[in-house]
């Protein structure tokens, strides 16, 4: 089930016209809980709420996607969000 966390930063994601979805199952354990596209950039969103962890293979899943030159991130607030989309619109920008 969603948290009030996720369910606000997809509603967000929705508003600002970014094609996003959320991984319900994987082959892979780790793997982000939301993924989105911002501007043909490619982001991984682990959706962390108050009190949670980051565990040691969401941090190994993070860094591969960075490897792989996407961008990923643990979102603890939908600002955190919301600045992290700014920045990748800013990016994709350049690059059309």
């Given at each position: 089930?969603?948290?009030?966390l996720q369910t606000r930063i997809i509603k967000?994601?929705?508003?600002?016209?970014?094609?996003?979805?959320?991984?319900?199952?994987?082959?892979?354990?780790?793997?982000?809980?939301?993924?989105?596209?911002?501007?043909?950039?490619?982001?991984?969103?682990?959706?962390?709420?108050k009190g949670d962890t980051i565990k040691p293979?969401?941090?190994?899943?993070?860094?591969?996607?960075?490897?792989?030159?996407?961008?990923?991130?643990?979102?603890?607030?939908?600002?955190?969000?919301?600045?992290?989309?700014?920045?990748?619109?800013k990016r994709g920008k350049k690059l059309q």
């Amino acid at each position: 089930m969603a948290s009030k966390l996720q369910t606000r930063i997809i509603k967000y994601l929705n508003d600002q016209k970014i094609y996003n979805f959320v991984t319900v199952s994987s082959n892979r354990k780790g793997i982000a809980d939301i993924i989105a596209c911002v501007n043909g950039l490619f982001l991984a969103i682990e959706v962390k709420d108050k009190g949670d962890t980051i565990k040691p293979l969401q941090r190994l899943e993070s860094k591969s996607v960075h490897e792989s030159k996407g961008f990923s991130m643990f979102a603890f607030s939908l600002e955190e969000v919301e600045e992290q989309v700014k920045i990748l619109q800013k990016r994709g920008k350049k690059l059309q």
